[in-house]
């Protein structure tokens, strides 16, 4: 199925990307480079040798901005989890849900190896799921990061609060590095999931590399329900291996489960609704750029939430998915525009563009979009999960003058709005 930027319909996941899903929505200096066609169609499921050795790219080495919160040093480990309560949703032969977890904490001291973006592999079947051309394939496994490979974590016992991170579909969960990055400086730990079979590739530990079966349904009724569903039990089976008796990271001592939160870009962002209405345990959520999809029963839902969007979401827009929703959060919320941005400025995909030979459509550029990011989840997570005041919530900035702070009772946007 091909989705096209600017197309008509309300896209599932987030505007202008349809389904959300089609997550790499930049204008290219040759637009067929980076074309947003549909997902391919692999066999259930597929596994995929490794990738070809490196060779010099011609455009540069993407580079993650370092932190500017918390001036921490940043740690980074992978997880490795399965459940066996359940089948795979996408591959119902597999008799239980792996999935990969990247987690990203405040370390005890900076050095050693810097962590890798992400596997040359998976560099590979990103780039050519996106139709991108003209660099070397393995150019998103040598973007560089600030985060220290297996670091060892610093914090007291039950000192730190969790954020998990949901990434658009067909998105590896590190493309959201630059906020998760960030957040970890601050003291936060840092759970970006990969949803397995729901992008482009995840990498096991024994090599197995799952490609995205999913994509085979994209476009079927209720495929956007069925998505955000999934991911809610995935948060939710996380949560358990990272809390409790049943943790399986050496510094999870230092979580204090009664301060979580969730983030998304896209359908991330959607599925955060779907796992606060399915685990209490998730005391706030936000959700950039997505359309939802979980519907908030009658009663509401009274924790904190923050729909921070593009232009496509602003109150009374193509997308009436947030003015539902808004009409029954009926506890502290927030809602953001930025008008000049893109679907996936608040990604990490503009900051990779420069090397791919890509341009950036909208006036917020790459760096700007990152900060702005940056700056209002981390506010968002300070008011809500360390109970610190955070003005940039409550009035318009003169240090981000980007973003509108809307009022969708009078479907508005702008100074001195606040919903």
Same mark, same amino acid.
């Given at each position: 199925?091909?989705?096209?930027?600017?197309?008509?319909?309300?896209?599932?996941?987030?505007?202008?990307?349809?389904?959300?899903?089609?997550?790499?929505?930049? &204008?290219?200096?040759? %637009?067929?480079?980076?074309?947003?066609?549909?997902?391919?169609?692999? $066999?259930?499921?597929?596994?995929?040798?490794?990738?070809?050795?490196?060779?010099?790219?011609?455009?540069?080495?993407?580079?993650?901005?370092?932190?500017?919160?918390?001036?921490?040093?940043?740690?980074? &480990?992978?997880?490795?989890?399965?459940?066996?309560?359940?089948?795979?949703?996408?591959?119902?032969?597999?008799?239980?849900?792996?999935?990969?977890?990247?987690?990203?904490?405040?370390?005890?001291?900076?050095?050693?190896?810097?962590?890798?973006?992400?596997?040359?592999?998976?560099?590979?079947?990103?780039?050519?799921?996106?139709?991108?051309?003209?660099?070397?394939?393995?150019?998103?496994?040598?973007?560089?990061?600030?985060?220290?490979?297996?670091?060892?974590?610093?914090?007291?016992?039950?000192?730190?609060?969790?954020?998990?991170?949901?990434?658009?579909?067909?998105?590896?969960?590190?493309? *959201?590095?630059?906020?998760?990055?960030?957040?970890?400086?601050?003291?936060?730990?840092?759970?970006?999931?990969?949803?397995?079979?729901?992008?482009?590739? &995840? &990498?096991?530990?024994?090599?197995?590399?799952?490609?995205?079966?999913?994509?085979?349904?994209?476009?079927?009724?209720?495929?956007?329900?069925?998505?955000?569903?999934?991911?809610?039990?995935?948060?939710?089976?996380? *949560?358990? !291996?990272?809390?409790?008796?049943?943790?399986?990271?050496?510094?999870?001592?230092?979580?204090?489960?009664?301060?979580?939160?969730?983030?998304?870009?896209?359908?991330?962002?959607?599925?955060?609704?779907?796992?606060?209405?399915?685990?209490?345990?998730? !005391?706030?959520?936000?959700?950039?750029?997505?359309?939802?999809?979980?519907?908030?029963?009658?009663?509401?839902?009274?924790?904190?939430?923050?729909?921070?969007?593009?232009?496509?979401? $602003?109150?009374?827009?193509?997308?009436?998915?947030?003015?539902?929703?808004?009409?029954?959060?009926?506890?502290?919320?927030?809602?953001?525009?930025?008008?000049?941005?893109?679907?996936?400025?608040?990604?990490?995909?503009?900051?990779?563009?420069?090397?791919?030979?890509?341009?950036?459509?909208?006036?917020?550029?790459?760096?700007?979009?990152?900060?702005?990011?940056?700056?209002?989840?981390?506010?968002?997570?300070?008011?809500?999960?360390?109970?610190?005041?955070?003005?940039? %919530?409550?009035?318009?900035?003169?240090?981000?003058?980007?973003?509108?702070?809307?009022?969708?009772?009078?479907?508005?946007?702008?100074?001195?709005?606040?919903?």
């Amino acid at each position: 199925m091909s989705h096209a930027v600017g197309s008509a319909p309300v896209p599932r996941g987030g505007l202008p990307a349809a389904s959300g899903l089609v997550a790499f929505s930049l &204008t290219a200096l040759s %637009l067929a480079a980076f074309s947003l066609t549909g997902c391919s169609t692999p $066999a259930l499921p597929r596994s995929v040798p490794a990738a070809a050795s490196a060779r010099p790219s011609a455009t540069g080495v993407p580079v993650i901005p370092a932190p500017t919160a918390g001036g921490r040093p940043v740690g980074t &480990t992978t997880l490795y989890l399965k459940d066996a309560s359940r089948p795979d949703p996408w591959v119902p032969e597999a008799e239980a849900r792996e999935l990969m977890v990247t987690l990203w904490y405040p370390a005890r001291a900076s050095g050693g190896r810097r962590a890798p973006y992400m596997t040359a592999k998976e560099s590979e079947l990103t780039l050519r799921g996106k139709k991108v051309t003209g660099v070397p394939y393995d150019l998103l496994s040598r973007t560089r990061t600030n985060a220290y490979q297996d670091a060892e974590p610093a914090g007291r016992r039950a000192g730190l609060p969790l954020v998990v991170l949901s990434p658009g579909f067909t998105m590896p969960r590190g493309t *959201l590095t630059a906020l998760a990055e960030e957040l970890a400086a601050g003291g936060y730990v840092v759970a970006g999931v990969d949803h397995a079979y729901e992008n482009y590739a &995840t &990498t096991f530990p024994d090599g197995r590399v799952a490609e995205c079966v999913a994509c085979d349904s994209d476009g079927d009724p209720g495929f956007g329900t069925k998505v955000v569903g999934v991911r809610a039990a995935d948060v939710s089976f996380v *949560l358990d !291996r990272l809390t409790g008796r049943g943790a399986k990271w050496e510094g999870s001592a230092l979580i204090d489960a009664s301060r979580i939160a969730m983030v998304g870009h896209s359908i991330g962002g959607a599925s955060a609704v779907a796992a606060m209405l399915k685990d209490p345990r998730i !005391r706030g959520g936000i959700d950039m750029d997505g359309t939802t999809y979980a519907r908030i029963p009658k009663r509401g839902l009274s924790r904190p939430f923050m729909f921070m969007g593009s232009a496509g979401h $602003a109150p009374g827009g193509r997308d009436n998915s947030w003015d539902r929703d808004w009409r029954l959060l009926t506890g502290w919320k927030r809602w953001v525009v930025l008008p000049g941005a893109d679907h996936q400025s608040f990604t990490d995909v503009p900051l990779l563009a420069g090397a791919l030979g890509l341009g950036v459509p909208g006036t917020v550029s790459a760096a700007r979009g990152a900060e702005i990011t940056r700056a209002y989840v981390r506010a968002f997570l300070d008011l809500h999960l360390r109970g610190e005041p955070r003005p940039l %919530l409550d009035k318009p900035s003169s240090r981000y003058p980007e973003a509108e702070l809307c009022a969708p009772e009078r479907k508005t946007c702008g100074a001195g709005q606040v919903g």
